[in-house]
Each structure stands twice: as C-alpha cells, then as structure tokens.
C-alpha cells in the first residue's frame, strides 16, 4: 500500500513539473529562443528524484536552503550542460523549481500512509494543475492581442514566434499600429459613436426601468404576473429572430444607419435585464419606509426619486454598468442596421476593418485592444458589483 | 415619371412557398445536425469547465480573487476582439499555435483549424472524420461561455452547508466520495437550469461563428443560414421562414424539457 502512494505521488509531482517546465518552455520560445524540443524525459526523471530525495531529506534541512539546492542542480544540468540557454531563461527555470518543491514539500512520508491519501494528493495537484492551465488558456490570447499590435507587419512575417517587444525604439514607432488606426481608419470618430451610443442606453434604459421595476415590485394592477413572466420571455427571445423584421421596419422608417435606431434597439434589449435586477432590489428595500411618505402625501414620482432612488444606488449602478458593457459589446445589431462608415460603432468598424485582406494584421489587433480595455477596466475596477449581478440578473450572451 | 406601388409590409398577399424551401431544401438536415452539435457539445463542454474551476475557486489558495475576475476575462470582453485574436492564433500560414507546433515538430504541414471541414483521425485502429472547423468554433463557444457555468455553480458550491462535508470526513469518506456523494448531488438544480439557458442561448449563437469562419467549411447553423438568406442572398421572406423554424424549435425544446424536468421533480 505504501510503495503504491510513493509510486503515485512520485509520478503525479514529476508530471506536474512537467507541465510546469512546459508552459516556461513555450513562453521562452515566444521571446524568440530556439527551442525545438522540451526535453520531457529529462525533466520528467528529475521529478521523480527531486520528489523521492525531498520525502527522504525530510525537514531535516531547512525549506529554503532545500529548494535552492535542488533547483541550482535542475538548472546546471538542464539550462547549461544539456540546453545552453541564456541567463533569463535560467533564473525563470530556478524560480519554477523553487515553486515547484516548496509545493511538494508538505507532504511527509506519514501523509503517504493515510488513508486516502492518493486521492488527497490527485485532488491538491489537481488544483494546482488546473490554476496554471485556466490561467495560461486565457490569457494568453489576450496576450497576443496586446503584443500583436505593437509589432510591425515584416517582424510577424519572418518570425511569428518572437513575441519579444523592442522598447529600445521610438515610442512612435512602438504606437506606430494606433497612430495609423485613429488617423487613416478614424478610430477616434468610432470610439465617440460608441461611447454616445452605450452612455445614451444606459440613460434611456434606466428612465424606464426604474418606474417599470418599481410597479413590479410593489404597486398591485390588472396582468402584473402577465407583466413579469413576459419580462422573463423577452429576455430569453433570440436576437437573430427578430433582426429581419427590424431591419425591414427600420428601413422603411429611415432608421437604418442612424445612432436613434441603434439606441431603440439596445435599450429594448437590456430593459428586460434591467427590469429584473433592479425589481429584486426594490423588494428587498423596507415597505414601511415609503409607507411613512405616503402619509406625508408624497406622490409616487416623490417616493421613487426622493426614496427608492437614493436607497438603492448600489444597485443602480451595477445595473448601469451592465448595459453599458452590453451597449459597448453588441455587434449583431450594429452589423445589420450599419452599412456606412460614417456612423459605425466600435465593433463594426473592427469588423469592417477585417474585411479587408490587405488589412495588416496588427491594425485589427490595435483596434481589438482599443475596444477591450474599457471593459476589462470597467469589470476589473467595479469587480465586486459586477459579479453578485452576474448572478442575479445574468447578462445575456 | 411618377408612380405608386403598396407598402409590401402592408399588404395581404402571403405565401408559403418560403417554408417549403426552407424544410424541403436538401440541406436541411444537415444544417439541423451542425447547429444541434454546435449547441449541444458546447453547452456540455462549458458546463463541465465551469463545474471544473468553480470546483477550483472554491479552494483557498493565494490570489484567488484575482483569478476568479480573471476566469471571467473571456465572457466579459467584445466577441469582436475575441474572435479575431483567436483567428490570428489559429491562421494556417503564420499563426501562433501552428508555428508552435511545427517548431516542436509535432507536425509538419499547417493545418487549418478554421478553415478545413474534415480530418482523418485514426484511434485504435479505427478511422474517424472529425469535423475540424466545427469542433474549432465549439472549443471557442467553450472557451467563451464557460465563465457564466462557472459563475453560477461557485455561487452554489458556496453555499452548500460545510457540515456536510464535516459529517462526511468523520465517516471517513474519500474526496472522490464527497465529490460525487455531496457536490455533484447539491449541484444538479443550478446545472439543469443551466443547460437550458445555455442550450437556448447557443441555439442562436450568431456573432461567434460568424466573425470565425462566417459559416463556411461546415459551420453552417440555422442563425448563420438567417443571415445568409437573409442579407447576404437578400430574400427577406426565406431569412424570415428560418427565424420562424428557430423559433418552433426552441419552443419544442423547452416544452421537452420542462415536461422532463416536472417529472423528475415528481419522482422525487
């Protein structure tokens, strides 16, 4: 039984080196190493003799002196005898291996013998496994998104890999991809429609949906279940269903190609959302506090602004937050409704911009980065807001 | 010269010549199974990636609020930005991943991932037709839904009472165990609500394929064939007659499901 969970956490440890020693590997070549191969087996036998050597040495040397043994012996034998690599990617290799021992080392030959322990020692690699890899998958291609655009067209063709940035050069020529975007693609008018079109739904939606979410939750009429339940349909009702008749009324109306139709369009869309997150507020506000104004005869116009309102700013701010990032990401609607260049959103334009294969490859990554910040800084800074309402209301997508 | 014509949105005069095309078109069926594969591996394939980090997040370990707002990144950020890097990291002639590949010599020639329907893969002995351009844009619904599924189930697994899992250690139980006896049980209600809100979503996933590979190489699904009647062949009526056959379908769909989800409800 012991031999078995030694033999396991041996090979699990080694793996989990492996992968680690992988991802280093693949980010070295993308600063333009010549790396062609991993060099798996070595790495994977050094594993196996760093996790058997740290069980058997125990505690009897200290953590710290340990790890800087072991990994000085990885990297000699692996980064200068066997590979010759540069210093940088030396000392990223050493601080792989010292992570990766101080992670093995809370495990003692009596953890071995406990019961379960293989499957205490899976579900802990597991883990760790699975942080490295969710982190890696994701950003790295928004990693890519960024480099991209700070290359030159001729440096992406002759070496696809070397993702290194010189910044010894002229802060012009590293902007070079922005510069030509906002001065020949008129980025900087795309980013103004944008911006009118996400601010002005924001505003549009909560005019409505503050009152309309305010009778749901606490004023009595005929079809107020009908109401609700309908708000609920609405919002599950594909988009692509209704872009034909849109798009045929839209025409007919002279809508199409205007930012007002845009701002129907969207505001239709995220009122149900809207509606549906802040009625679950509202009911959550004490009855008795709008019952003390009515009695000083407040109207309801009062009562909304003067206490639900101030009441529930948090939530109303959340909300806001939503169908502004929903506004700025929307592309079906902006890629029917419009055709000239003159009045597109971001998106479109980014799109428009694809079109065309001549269109060097860094200009649309430029523009990717220009279209993505806001967001990710708006979800990055309004983090905590933004994530109880993701699962309250749930954002369409 | 001057001259009048109706309003064709005002007149009277319809047709079903639209729906016969559309039903009886020899595509038909093939359309059907792209989109159903399409929906139904990436709502299964975002779900278990969700159960999977939500499984993760749940553990303490150092930054971990750093990485559930960065586990959230792909759903939060434009499909427009997205769908372009993913195109640039896949591009058969000076992509990343491809280059990557053929500099650790796993392979010789470029494949393109978004652009080839088929390939041949051989297991076991056994030749299979793996629909590649299909298969690619699900791993791109996967990579970009998962964080709702994620989203949702942390919010459960949160709020599953810790002396259940106290009661279970002193029974000895196994972290297998407690997974399949404890987690799995509390999270099957959040799970079914949603694979229907995902089902139904990715039945109409539109943007994702269509900034991809715009339909082409066997990614055809019925929101893309809207599109195409629609706008890009510009017969308003057969775009129309599809939206109304989505429509039918997703009102099936969740007919069967709630109906199977009553009786399991009854059952127990």
């Known amino acids: 039984m012991k031999t078995k969970n030694l033999i396991f956490f041996g090979l699990i440890s080694s793996f989990f080196l492996i992968f680690l020693v992988f991802i280093w590997k693949i980010l070295a070549?993308?600063?333009?190493?010549?790396?062609?191969?991993?060099?798996?087996?070595?790495?994977?036998?050094?594993?196996?003799?760093?996790?058997?050597?740290?069980?058997?040495?125990?505690?009897k040397i200290k953590i710290f002196?340990?790890?800087?043994?072991?990994?000085?012996?990885?990297?000699?034998?692996?980064?200068?005898?066997?590979?010759?690599?540069?210093?940088?990617?030396?000392?990223?290799?050493?601080?792989?291996?010292?992570?990766?021992?101080?992670?093995?080392?809370?495990?003692?030959?009596?953890?071995?013998?406990?019961?379960?322990?293989?499957?205490?020692?899976?579900?802990?690699?597991?883990?760790?496994?699975?942080?490295l890899f969710f982190s890696f998958v994701i950003l790295f291609p928004f990693y890519m998104m960024l480099i991209t655009s700070f290359k030159t067209q001729i440096a992406l063709l002759v070496n696809p890999l070397d993702f290194s940035i010189n910044f010894t050069q002229d802060l012009r020529d590293l902007f070079n991809s922005y510069f030509v975007i906002f001065k020949s693609y008129k980025f900087g008018k795309y980013i103004i429609t944008s911006s009118i079109v996400s601010i002005g739904t924001v505003f549009i939606t909560l005019f409505f949906a503050i009152p309309a979410a305010y009778a749901i939750a606490r004023l009595n009429f005929i079809g107020k279940t009908f109401l609700s339940t309908?708000?609920?349909?609405?919002?599950?009702?594909?988009?692509?269903?209704?872009?034909?008749?849109?798009?045929?009324?839209?025409?007919?109306?002279?809508?199409?190609?205007?930012?007002?139709?845009?701002?129907i369009v969207y505001t239709a869309t995220t009122l149900p959302v809207a509606i549906y997150m802040l009625q679950g507020y509202f009911k959550s506000i004490p009855k008795e506090l709008e019952e003390a104004a009515i009695m000083d005869k407040l109207s309801w116009f009062g009562i909304i602004?003067?206490?639900?309102?101030?009441?529930?700013?948090?939530?109303?701010s959340s909300v806001a937050l939503?169908?502004?990032?929903?506004?700025?990401?929307?592309?079906?609607?902006?890629?029917?409704?419009?055709?000239?260049?003159?009045?597109?959103?971001?998106?479109?334009?980014?799109?428009?911009l694809s079109g065309d294969a001549e269109t060097p490859r860094q200009y649309l990554m430029a523009g990717s980065v220009i279209v993505t910040l806001p967001v990710l800084f708006i979800f990055v800074y309004f983090e905590k807001y933004l994530v109880s309402g993701l699962t309250a209301g749930s954002v369409k997508g | 010269m001057n001259g009048t014509s109706d309003n064709i949105l005002l007149n009277t005069t319809f047709t079903l010549k639209n729906f016969k095309k559309v039903l009886f078109d020899d595509e038909f069926v093939e359309l059907l199974l792209t989109t159903f594969y399409y929906t139904f591996f990436g709502t299964v394939g975002s779900i278990i990636f969700g159960i999977l980090t939500a499984?993760?997040?749940?553990?303490?370990?150092?930054g971990r609020t750093f990485m559930r707002s960065v586990l959230l990144f792909p759903y939060v950020a434009p499909v427009v930005a997205l769908a372009y890097t993913w195109e640039l990291l896949l591009d058969p002639n000076s992509g990343t991943l491809n280059s990557l590949l053929i500099n650790y010599q796993v392979i010789e020639t470029p494949i393109n991932l978004l652009g080839q329907k088929y390939i041949e893969i051989n297991i076991l002995?056994?030749?299979?037709?793996?629909?590649?351009?299909?298969?690619?844009?699900?791993?791109?619904?996967?990579?970009?839904y998962f964080p709702l599924a994620f989203l949702f189930i942390l919010a459960r697994l949160q709020a599953i009472p810790k002396e259940l899992y106290e009661a279970a250690d002193v029974d000895g139980a196994s972290p297998f165990q407690k997974f399949f006896k404890i987690t799995l049980p509390q999270i099957t209600a959040v799970i079914s609500i949603l694979f229907m809100i995902r089902f139904i979503w990715n039945f109409n996933k539109f943007e994702d394929v269509f900034l991809l590979t715009g339909g082409a190489s066997g990614t055809r699904t019925l929101p893309i064939n809207v599109y195409q009647q629609g706008f890009a062949i510009s017969d308003i009526g057969m775009g129309s007659a599809v939206s109304i056959v989505i429509v039918v379908l997703l009102l099936l769909f969740m007919f069967f499901y709630f109906k199977l989800l009553g009786k399991r409800v009854d059952e127990n």
């Not at chain 1, 000085?72 to 030396?90: A, E, M, R, T």
């Not at chain 1, 939503?322 to 479109?348: C, G, K, Q």
Request: charge should be positive; proline fraction near 3%.
């Open chain 1, 29 to 59: 070549t993308l600063q333009g190493l010549n790396i062609q191969n991993f060099n798996l087996q070595i790495v994977f036998i050094f594993g196996l003799l760093i996790s058997f050597a740290n069980l058997r040495i125990g505690n």
């Open chain 1, 65 to 131: 002196y340990k790890s800087i043994i072991f990994s000085l012996i990885f990297v000699i034998c692996d980064g200068y005898i066997i590979q010759k690599l540069p210093l940088w990617y030396n000392v990223g290799i050493f601080l792989v291996l010292y992570f990766f021992i101080n992670k093995i080392n809370k495990y003692s030959f009596e953890d071995l013998k406990q019961e379960h322990s293989t499957q205490v020692i899976f579900f802990d690699f597991l883990t760790l496994f699975g942080i």
């Open chain 1, 230 to 263: 309908s708000i609920l349909i609405i919002y599950m009702f594909p988009a692509i269903v209704l872009v034909i008749p849109l798009y045929t009324i839209f025409s007919q109306l002279g809508l199409r190609n205007s930012i007002w139709g845009l701002l």
């Open chain 1, 305 to 316: 602004s003067k206490i639900i309102v101030p009441l529930s700013i948090p939530a109303i």
């Open chain 1, 322 to 352: 939503y169908v502004f990032m929903i506004a700025w990401n929307e592309f079906l609607f902006s890629l029917m409704f419009l055709d000239n260049p003159n009045s597109f959103t971001l998106s479109r334009a980014i799109q428009y």
């Open chain 2, 55 to 62: 499984q993760m997040v749940n553990q303490k370990f150092y």
């Open chain 2, 125 to 144: 002995g056994f030749d299979f037709k793996l629909r590649l351009a299909l298969t690619t844009v699900i791993m791109f619904e996967i990579w970009r």
